[in-house]
């Protein structure tokens, strides 16, 4: 029987200099481009709706980002959209590791962006 060799598995402990798993996003990416003409975009009708206090909110410009690139994968819910934000690097990237909740996605997407 012929000598078998496996690829080593992962392990679990921490190494020195661990990699930036964001770097994985090829230039050319779709998402990349979002971000691109969204940054573009004014937003000053939007930023007006918000009267400032309280705790303070996602920026809107990170959520249209992400409602962008949801719509853009055929994403619609904001249950999958905030599982999405967790669990998908492109939408971490565009996010910047915010999590809003379904709630907040919902709230935006239908009070705000009226």
């Not at 050319?28 to 939007?46: A, M, T």
């Not at 009267?51 to 992400?66: A, N, Q, Y």
């Not at 409602?67 to 994968?73: D, G, I, K, T, V």
Request: with cysteine.
């Amino acid at each position: 029987m012929a000598n078998i060799q496996f690829k080593a598995l992962p392990s679990n402990s921490p190494i020195l200099f661990p990699e930036n798993i964001l770097d994985r996003i090829p230039l050319n990416h779709p998402v990349r481009l979002v971000s691109q003409v969204v940054d573009q975009l004014d937003l000053e009708h939007i930023i007006r709706q918000y009267k400032g206090g309280g705790t303070t909110s996602f920026h809107p410009r990170m959520l249209i980002k992400v409602l962008f690139y949801a719509y853009l994968s055929n994403i619609y819910s904001c249950r999958k959209i905030e599982r999405a934000l967790h669990e998908n690097i492109h939408f971490m990237w565009l996010s910047g590791n915010s999590t809003p909740d379904y709630r907040t996605i919902n709230y935006f997407r239908g009070k705000r962006l009226k």
